[in-house]
């Protein structure tokens, strides 16, 4: 009789332990975004998870419901919105010059 291989659902969430990997995650991610905001939503929504949904809501000042919502990969969020989920989770957003 075979054995039936059982599998789990990859979660990037469960592997963003430390502020540096959330950072190049993000970095990550922005890189390969090609302007589309609700997958740099989605994104901040995997290390808003890691971090914890209910503290980074709280830290943000907004709800658990409209934090899961606005980080959905649905739509994408207001930037007032981004900008206090990535202060929520101690991040910064910095800018560099875009090679010609």
Excluded: W
């Excluded at 963003?16 to 970095?27: D, F, G, I, K, N």
């Excluded at 990550?28 to 302007?35: D, I, M, S, T, W």
């Excluded at 202060?87 to 800018?95: E, F, P, R, V, Y």
Aim: proline share 2%.
């Amino acid at each position: 009789m075979k054995k039936k291989t059982v599998t789990t659902r990859y979660d990037v969430a469960e592997h963003l332990r430390t502020p540096e990997e959330m950072a190049a995650y993000l970095e990550a991610c922005l890189e390969e975004a090609n302007g589309d905001a609700a997958f740099i939503a989605k994104a901040l929504g995997d290390i808003a998870r890691a971090k914890g949904m209910s503290q980074v809501a709280r830290d943000a000042g907004l709800s658990r419901e409209s934090l899961y919502k606005a980080l959905s990969g649905d739509r994408a969020p207001s930037f007032d919105t981004i900008l206090k989920v990535i202060g929520a989770l101690g991040l910064k957003l910095h800018a560099e010059a875009a090679q010609a």
